[in-house]
C-alpha cells in the first residue's frame, strides 16, 4: 500500500508540473505546433507521413491565414479536426494503409528547434498533433503559429496575409 501511495503521489507530481508548464505565460507559450506521427519508422509509413503532412498543410492553409491569435487559431483547429482527419485519411485511403489518423489538440513536450534566425528552446508547447495508425514512428514537426512551416512551395497563395500576421506579432499589437 505503501509503494502505491509513493507512485501515486510521483504520478500527480508529473502530471501537475506537465499541466502548469502549457499553462505558463513564457515566451514560448506564443507558438503553436503541428506534429505528424507516422505509424512506425518503416519505409512506406514514413513516406505517407510526409504525403499526409502535405495535405494537411493545403487544408490548413486557409485556417493559419485567418488567425489573428494563437488562441484564435487553436479553437479554430479544434472546430476543424474532423476536417484535418478528413485530409490525412484521404491520403491513408489512397496510397492503400489500412489505418487510419487522429487529431487533436495538446499540450506536449518538445526539444530545442531552429527555425532560420529563431531558436525555441526545449519545453511544453500547444499542438496540433495528428497520429497515423499507432502514431508510434518518426515524426514531422512545425510552428503552425506564427506560421513558420507555412512559407514557400507552389501552393501557397497567402503569404502577404502571413507576413502581415508576422509583423503584428513582432510588434505585440
Not at 499553462?23 to 506521427?37: D, K, M
Not at 489538440?105 to 495508425?133: H, K, M, Q, S, W
Request: glycine share 6%; charged share 25%; aromatic share 10%.
Amino acid at each position: 500500500m505503501k509503494n502505491f501511495c509513493i507512485s501515486l503521489a510521483c504520478l500527480s507530481i508529473i502530471t501537475l508540473t506537465a499541466v502548469l508548464a502549457c499553462g505558463e505565460s513564457a515566451p514560448q507559450t506564443e507558438y503553436l505546433r503541428i506534429h505528424i506521427r507516422a505509424d512506425s519508422n518503416d519505409a512506406d509509413d514514413q513516406d505517407v507521413k510526409y504525403l499526409v503532412k502535405d495535405a494537411v498543410v493545403e487544408y490548413l492553409t486557409p485556417l493559419v491565414a485567418e488567425a489573428e491569435s494563437k488562441e484564435a487559431l487553436q479553437n479554430t483547429l479544434k472546430t476543424h479536426i474532423c476536417g484535418i482527419e478528413a485530409a490525412a485519411n484521404a491520403v491513408l485511403c489512397e496510397q492503400g494503409f489500412g489505418y487510419t489518423s487522429k487529431a487533436r489538440v495538446a499540450c506536449e513536450e518538445f526539444p530545442t528547434r531552429v527555425y532560420g534566425d529563431l531558436t525555441l528552446e526545449a519545453g511544453y508547447y500547444d499542438a496540433l498533433i495528428v497520429n497515423l495508425g499507432s502514431g508510434k514512428g518518426d515524426n514531422w514537426w512545425c510552428v503552425v503559429y506564427p506560421p513558420l512551416c507555412f512559407t514557400g512551395g507552389d501552393n501557397v497563395v497567402y503569404r502577404s496575409k502571413i507576413a502581415e500576421i508576422i509583423q503584428k506579432w513582432k510588434d505585440g499589437r
